[in-house]
């Protein structure tokens, strides 16, 4: 089973400035099925990016991805009020999948 | 519009079991996998296993094998996750969602707690 590991837990950051999370694996993963999530608190996780780059439907252009291997990215330019949530990277491969710990991005 | 809907809020004793449903409908239900990801209090997501609607197969979880069964009913687009053997640290919310094609979960469901207490 590939493991995980999201990083920082909590990131603290102002509105308008630039947020960087990190996934790392702990084996390859295909980039075509590495995806993020976005969860506020009391709501269903909702999809940002799949095949490691791709943004879901709706989902507005200040969310990037990149990566490759065992190192994937979530890239938000400029953090928007309605931003700060918890981040989850989820990977599927061998026909199981997991989800990374998350990432917690709040307001400093 | 597409949309999964499921099943209420369900409390079971410990060793009992529980089943969840999750109906579709705004979709081709047998084009689309449907996946169960559930979350602890306080936690964070873990997957559980998925269905393929069409054909029936399934695969599911390590930490869960023996213990789950995915089902799927195509006259009215439902599946069904079922837990045997629940334990106090069963207790969570239960999603299922739908994969776009690509392993990544586009709809979600509006989940379903589970609390599994004596």
């Known amino acids: 089973e590939i493991v995980l590991t999201q990083s920082p837990g909590t990131l603290s950051l102002s509105p308008g400035e630039r947020a960087t999370l990190s996934c790392r694996a702990s084996?390859?993963?295909?980039?075509?099925?590495l995806a993020w999530y976005q969860q506020r608190p009391g709501q269903a996780p909702r999809l940002l990016i799949y095949?490691?780059?791709s943004r879901a439907t709706g989902i507005p252009d200040r969310f990037s991805g990149s990566g490759s291997g065992t190192d994937f990215t979530l890239t938000i330019t400029r953090l928007e009020p309605e931003d700060f949530a918890v981040y989850y990277c989820?990977?599927?491969?061998?026909?199981?999948?997991?989800f990374g710990p998350g990432t917690k991005v709040d307001i400093k | 519009q597409v949309q999964l809907v499921q099943s209420g809020a369900e409390v079971k004793q410990p060793g009992a079991s529980v089943k969840v449903s999750c109906q579709a409908s705004?979709?081709?239900?047998?084009?689309?996998?449907i996946h169960w990801v559930r979350q602890a209090p306080g936690h964070g997501l873990e997957w559980v296993g998925v269905?393929?609607?069409?054909?029936?197969?399934?695969s599911y979880a390590q930490k869960l094998q023996g213990r789950v069964t995915m089902t799927r009913d195509t006259s009215t687009g439902t599946v069904y996750m079922e837990l045997s053997s629940l334990r106090s640290d069963d207790t969570a919310i239960y999603y299922c969602?739908?994969?776009?094609?690509?392993?990544?979960?586009?709809?979600w469901g509006q989940g379903t707690m589970v609390t599994v207490s004596s």
């Open positions: 969602a739908r994969d776009q094609g690509w392993r990544a979960f586009d709809i």
């Open positions: 705004g979709y081709t239900f047998v084009n689309y996998y």
């Open positions: 269905i393929n609607p069409s054909g029936g197969g399934t």
């Open positions: 084996q390859s993963v295909s980039s075509s099925y």
């Open positions: 095949g490691t780059s």
């Open positions: 989820q990977q599927y491969g061998s026909s199981l999948g997991t």
